[in-house]
């Protein structure tokens, strides 16, 4: 089937099949920003925008797509730089393999939470798995962008 | 992971129940999450998503919540964090992660009565009814001992009537399934008491609900009748002895917690 997409501002037309997830059509189609590290909907890393909002591209069908606004990471290039030179900095980035997925869901969080406290970050940051670094340095840089971002 | 040899996405509901209808292997798609982790060979699949069946809607009286509403939405809804002593979202906000909760819905769990759901103890607990496309409105508790037919949940219906109620889940890590489940409401004398995951599909502890409407239980009897009433079983999680234990724990956790808001 025929599904029309706007993805980082532009406009798709893609044939897609009825049982196929967003993340492959993604992937298929150059963006391959988009990770999988779990097939159990679990590990967060294939996180893009559906309307702005986050969601598992493994999980939601590529038809369900049809007529709505994707966002991945290559489509907020300035805000996603500039965590990640904090992300780095903090030592909390290490093979980069749940980078994108991890950028994506923070950017949404400091869009949809007003000043949120350690465990509010905590609580929407879980299901971001990272088998690197810990958690710690994460969260360090996250609670650092968002001081940056509120000055 | 599935495989479909026909999407179909239907416009109105009684398209999809035709649809679904018409063969007796189509199934629907929900939130697809907990489809995705089986290989179900599909022939035809009946889209939910174009049915606007995600809103929730305050009433004086009730709250009605659609199948496809979110389990995010069931979490962050204003009229769900005002009512119910906030039990729904406290009973979905540690299910995986945001982006999980933003694609899972509620209607799933409530209609295939999903052993581990967490939000279907909530409910059970509630003043709760569903209303299907072709068998009409009845209690929840009804329905889940229902046999199983094809149908479509369309909505949940919840009273409000003021009832204060708690919800309480162990789990062992942060956003894996819950080992145990209890939610425990209270209003005018009468108890509540739902215990789900164990690993069953969530059930009503009757004679404990009705010992406690009749006086005089402790938290610690409630909960320790309820482990005695209620049958627990064993899957990789935990076995249904530790079950069993957790249920007396999480029973007089929640009977104490609405006593104190009484």
Request: a negative charge.
């Amino acid at each position: 089937m025929q599904i029309n997409v706007i993805v980082n501002g532009k406009e798709f037309g893609w044939e897609v099949a009825g049982d196929e997830f967003l993340a492959d059509t993604l992937r298929e189609h150059g963006f391959l920003s988009i990770r999988q590290g779990c097939d159990t909907s679990c590990c967060g890393l294939c996180t893009v925008w559906l309307d702005g909002r986050p969601h598992l591209s493994c999980t939601v069908l590529a038809a369900r797509a049809n007529g709505r606004t994707v966002t991945t990471i290559e489509g907020v290039q300035p805000q996603a730089e500039a965590f990640a030179r904090i992300l780095a900095a903090e030592g909390a980035e290490q093979c980069g393999f749940c980078s994108p997925g991890f950028i994506m869901t923070v950017l949404a969080m400091s869009r949809e939470l007003k000043n949120p406290d350690e465990s509010e970050i905590i609580h929407y940051l879980t299901g971001n798995l990272c088998r690197c670094t810990g958690y710690m340095g994460q969260l360090r840089a996250v609670k650092k962008f968002l001081e940056e971002a509120a000055q | 992971m599935f495989t479909v040899r026909e999407l179909a996405q239907p416009e109105s509901i009684e398209e999809a129940y035709v649809k679904l209808s018409s063969d007796p292997s189509n199934v629907l798609l929900a939130g697809c999450a907990y489809l995705r982790l089986g290989n179900k060979k599909i022939d035809v699949a009946v889209d939910l998503d174009s049915l606007n069946l995600d809103f929730v809607t305050e009433e004086t009286d009730l709250v009605e919540i659609g199948a496809m509403t979110t389990l995010r939405e069931l979490e962050t809804n204003p009229v769900l964090r005002k009512n119910f002593s906030g039990i729904l979202p406290r009973s979905v906000e540690h299910i995986i992660g945001v982006q999980f909760r933003s694609s899972a819905t509620v209607g799933a769990p409530v209609f295939s009565r999903y052993g581990f759901s967490d939000p279907l103890t909530a409910l059970l607990a509630l003043e709760t009814s569903v209303e299907l496309f072709n068998g009409g409105r009845l209690p929840l508790a009804d329905f889940l001992v229902k046999p199983y037919s094809k149908d479509i949940l369309i909505k949940i219906i919840i009273q409000k009537d003021g009832r204060q109620a708690s919800f309480q889940g162990f789990r062992n890590a942060a956003s894996d399934y819950s080992l145990l489940n209890a939610a425990v409401s209270h209003l005018d004398g009468k108890w509540k008491v739902a215990v789900g995951a164990r690993p069953m599909a969530a059930q009503i502890a009757v004679k404990t609900s009705a010992a406690m409407s009749g006086g005089s239980l402790s938290a610690e009897e409630a909960g320790a009748m309820a482990a005695d009433e209620l049958a627990f079983g064993s899957n990789a999680k935990a076995s249904g002895e530790y079950r069993k234990a957790l249920c007396k724990i999480l029973v007089a956790r929640a009977v104490r917690e609405v006593s104190q808001c009484r």
